[in-house]
T-cell receptor, first 114, second 112 residues
Framework: KQEVTQIPAALSVPEGENLVLNCSFTDSAIYNLQWFRQDPGKGLTSLLLIQSSQREQTSGRLNASLDKSSGRSTLYIAASQPGDSATYLC?????????????FGSGTRLLVRP | DAGITQSPRHKVTETGTPVTLRCHQT?????MYWYRQDPGHGLRLIHYSYGVKDTDKGEVSDGYSVSRSKTEDFLLTLESATSSQTSVYFC???????????FGEGSWLTVV
């Protein structure tokens, strides 16, 4: 059974710092991996989608990498801003008939201090 | 933002009563999902739909049923609400089964 872990559960950094959020998964037979952002009391917003054949994806100050063989993904946030404060979740999509059953991590709660 | 509307957004109900949550989309996406989010458990899939009248169970489907009679609407019914079903419920949609997934704003349900 696929398990997705995100460490740390919470992170506090000063504004301007570059930071890395981690996501690990136990079964490397994934089809894709997505990173989401969730603001308090809100739904999830998709940030980046990495297909299993890709190594990384970039969007603005965000860069996500994927290493299937080691079961890891990282989300790199450059020059963090207070507006980046939110919970970040990763989710993996399986293969075959489980491809649309995303398995989510519990998230990393990020606070960027002014 | 993806055109997803969940209703009601907040509801308090009594144990044993039926409850229906509605998800309405304007994107004409084929796939629709219901998740619940709980502290310590993260997001878990309840049911999903891969087309009109085509639905299947997710990880935590006991006590829930769904229906999809139109592309744009996906209903989640708690047949007899229990306190363990107090949660935040999210509807999500996607155009394919392996692409980006878009979430609604959530429905907060409290069962007393």
């Amino acid at each position: 059974k696929q398990e997705v872990t995100q460490i740390p559960a919470a992170l506090s950094v000063p504004e301007g710092e570059n930071l890395v959020l981690n996501c690990s998964f136990t079964d490397s037979a994934i089809y894709n991996l997505q990173w989401f952002r969730q603001d308090p009391g809100k739904g999830l917003t998709s940030l980046l989608l990495i297909q299993s054949s890709q190594r990384e994806q970039t969007s603005g100050r965000l860069n996500a990498s994927l290493d299937k063989s080691s079961g890891r993904s990282t989300l790199y946030i450059a020059a963090s801003q207070p507006g980046d404060s939110a919970t970040y979740l990763c989710a993996v999509g399986g293969q075959g008939d489980s491809s649309y059953k995303l398995i989510f991590g519990s998230g990393t709660r990020l606070l960027v201090r002014p | 933002d993806a055109g997803i509307t969940q209703s009601p957004r907040h509801k308090v109900t009594e144990t044993g009563t039926p409850v229906t949550l509605r998800c309405h989309q304007t994107e004409n996406h084929r796939y629709m999902y219901w998740y619940r989010q709980d502290p310590g458990h993260g997001l878990r899939l309840i049911h999903y739909s891969y087309g009109v009248k085509d639905t299947d169970k997710g990880e935590v489907s006991d006590g829930y049923s769904v229906s999809r009679s139109k592309t744009e609407d996906f209903l989640l019914t708690l047949e007899s609400a229990t306190s363990s079903q107090t949660s935040v419920y999210f509807c999500a949609i996607s155009p394919t089964d392996r692409g980006t997934i878009y979430f609604g704003e959530g429905s907060w349900l409290t069962v007393v």
